[in-house]
């Protein structure tokens, strides 16, 4: 199995930018497709951003894309979140998340087909 830890959340205003990583240990992400979620304050866990376990297949939820950039570091074991153009509607608590993937080009965009999560690390953006 995986552990994953969140990291980089905090406090910035609107406009600016900010990147959250999640290291795994325990296993290789190389076999895991990983994706952000997060969750804003009295709502549930929304998806934000997925990558295939090749690395080269993305997606994003629409109000994000072309914001937001999913990533990887195969040597540090890390996957990343750069966030940029922060908006006040970005507040939330974001998840990293691992589910294992046969197919390299798969990735999965929903909360229940994920089965390795992180603690979460809180993001504030103000006006």
């Known amino acids: 199995q995986v552990h994953l830890v969140e990291s980089g959340g905090g406090l910035v205003q609107a406009g600016h930018s900010l990147s959250l990583s999640c290291a795994a240990s325990?296993?290789?992400?190389?076999?895991?497709?990983m994706a952000w979620f997060r969750q804003a304050p009295g709502q549930g866990r929304e998806f934000v951003a997925a990558?295939?376990?090749?690395?080269?297949?993305?997606y994003y939820l629409d109000s994000v894309k072309g914001r937001f950039t999913i990533s990887r570091d195969t040597s540090e074991n890390t996957v990343y979140l750069q966030m940029n153009n922060l908006i006040p509607e970005d507040t939330a608590d974001y998840f990293c998340?691992?589910?294992?993937?046969?197919?390299?080009?798969?990735?999965?965009?929903?909360?229940?087909?994920?089965?390795?999560w992180g603690q979460g690390t809180q993001v504030t953006v103000s006006s």
């Open positions: 325990g296993d290789t992400f190389s076999t895991y497709a």
């Open positions: 998340a691992a589910e294992q993937s046969h197919n390299s080009e798969y990735y999965y965009i929903r909360e229940h087909e994920y089965h390795y």
């Open positions: 990558m295939s376990r090749s690395g080269n297949v993305k």
